[in-house]
């Protein structure tokens, strides 16, 4: 409990109950955790000691928040390997969860400077543009932002729906476009107000930026994608391999 004469702030022992809550199954996995006000309640404190234990669990990665719905138990991580080129949906399979998505935007639209210099096409090339928050287990996930060459996938968006359909596999079993490689870059950041919004999370939650371009077995680019993925909800892992330095002759 949180004794008001303890020399440990009081926010520390919040977070201490909180996390005792959820270790000892009390508060599970995407249960609800209880609001700033209903802390503050509890236990006699100010709602911004509250507010402060909260956040810093989020940002602990232990809880999660979604706007205008409240705080719940974070589930472990989302452990994606850096191994093997694959889509959102076959990612999530491998790993035991649904994949679905949230169309934001679908259209056929000139490509900008930046996307025709990735795709090495001349601006104003048309592009499919395709927007989507991908979900799992229907949490948000990702928020992710793709530009298909047009001319290889003609009446895409007319035949598909995006929301249920993923995207490789159709460009794979309907355009036969065979891709092998990629090339991809990964950073952290600060989540846009668009990218809060869509991801459902609030101020302050770290995102993990990705930029992609996928090349076909013939070199050619075909998708130059941009994704922030919740840094609280998901994390990647490679294995390295140390290369012995060749010996002096």
Do not use: W
């Amino acid at each position: 409990m949180v004794t008001h004469d303890s020399p440990v702030p009081l926010y520390v022992q919040i977070k201490d109950y909180i996390r005792r809550c959820i270790q000892t199954g009390a508060i599970e996995v995407n249960g609800r955790v209880p609001s700033e006000r209903e802390l503050a309640q509890q236990f006699n404190v100010n709602r911004l000691t509250a507010s402060r234990a909260l956040k810093e669990l989020v940002q602990e990665g232990l809880i999660y928040s979604r706007v205008g719905k409240g705080t719940y138990v974070c589930p472990p991580k989302i452990n994606q390997a850096l191994k093997s080129l694959s889509s959102f949906t076959e990612e999530m399979r491998q790993l035991g969860q649904r994949a679905s998505s949230r169309v934001l935007h679908a259209a056929v639209e000139p490509a900008t400077e930046q996307v025709a210099r990735a795709l090495t096409v001349l601006p104003g090339t048309e592009v499919v543009v395709l927007v989507r928050v991908r979900l799992a287990d229907d949490l948000p996930i990702a928020l992710e932002n793709s530009h298909i060459l047009a001319a290889l996938c003609p009446d895409i968006l007319d035949n598909h729906d995006f929301a249920h359909e993923s995207l490789y596999h159709v460009l794979r079993h309907d355009y036969g476009l065979r891709m092998t490689y990629a090339h991809q870059t990964i950073e952290a950041k600060v989540a846009s107000e668009t990218e809060l919004k869509a991801l459902e999370c609030m101020p302050g939650t770290p995102i993990l930026s990705i930029v992609r371009v996928t090349y076909t077995d013939s070199d050619q680019p075909i998708e130059y994608v941009r994704s922030a993925y919740r840094g609280d909800r998901y994390k990647f892992h490679t294995e390295l391999h140390l290369i012995e330095p060749a010996k002096q002759g």
